[in-house]
């Protein structure tokens, strides 16, 4: 999956610097979380109305002392703050993306970043399912309530039901479950939809 380097901006197909809508009438911060190498910064990057923030640095023989690159060896870059994107949705929603990196040794970040957020999009490898233990529990700790959705690689398992997933993840029988495709925009704006659908339909918002 390609990467930007450190504090950049990139221009993925189609975006461009736009001001916010002026039809916008609810502004939504959403966590875009998962584990080191699951396709955070690829999903924002795909799925942004404006060009996106990544601040990525080159991984190194120091950091791979400490980073398990078990199932993602051939990755050669990091998110070491956060990722950044917007988009805009019917019904004149407009989410703010916020990737968060993925290894323990960034965990001082997580509540700077979760702060104000009203949901989190969690992003699962099917090859590595152990590896977003973590990170499913940082999310239920903040009590922010958040879809799974398998991003899908090419090597990864197909045999597996959606009830042994769900029960391998220990998910509440509410939690939405979804596939996508991190490197394309309408596999990965329906697994935010998804989302979005379970805060309206369980976390109604209060009356203005």
């Not at 990091?78 to 993925?102: E, K, M």
């Not at 220990?170 to 998804?194: F, G, Q, Y």
Request: proline share 8%; glycine share 6%.
């Amino acid at each position: 999956m390609a990467s930007a380097t450190s504090s950049t901006v990139d221009d993925p197909p189609g975006a461009t610097d736009v001001h916010l809508p002026d039809t916008a009438q609810d502004l939504v911060k959403i966590l875009v979380t998962g584990p080191f190498g699951v396709g955070k910064t690829t999903l924002i990057r795909s799925v942004s109305e404006i060009r996106p923030l990544h601040t990525e640095e080159q991984l190194t023989e120091a950091s791979a002392q400490v980073d398990d690159l078990a199932g993602v060896r051939d990755k050669s870059t990091t998110t070491v703050a956060i990722d950044f994107g917007r988009i805009s949705l019917p019904g004149d929603v407009v989410l703010y993306l916020f990737g968060t990196p993925g290894q323990e040794r960034f965990r001082s970040l997580w509540d700077d970043i979760a702060h104000g957020a009203l949901g989190a999009l969690v992003l699962v490898d099917a090859r590595r399912i152990d590896a977003s233990f973590d990170v499913l529990g940082l999310v239920e700790e903040t009590g922010l309530p958040y879809a799974v959705a398998f991003n899908t690689f090419p090597d990864a398992p197909r045999h597996h039901t959606p009830e042994q997933v769900r029960a391998a993840l220990d998910l509440e029988p509410t939690t939405p479950m979804v596939t996508c495709d991190a490197r394309e925009a309408d596999s990965s704006i329906e697994a935010l939809l998804a989302l979005v659908q379970h805060l309206i339909d369980h976390h109604p918002p209060e009356p203005r």
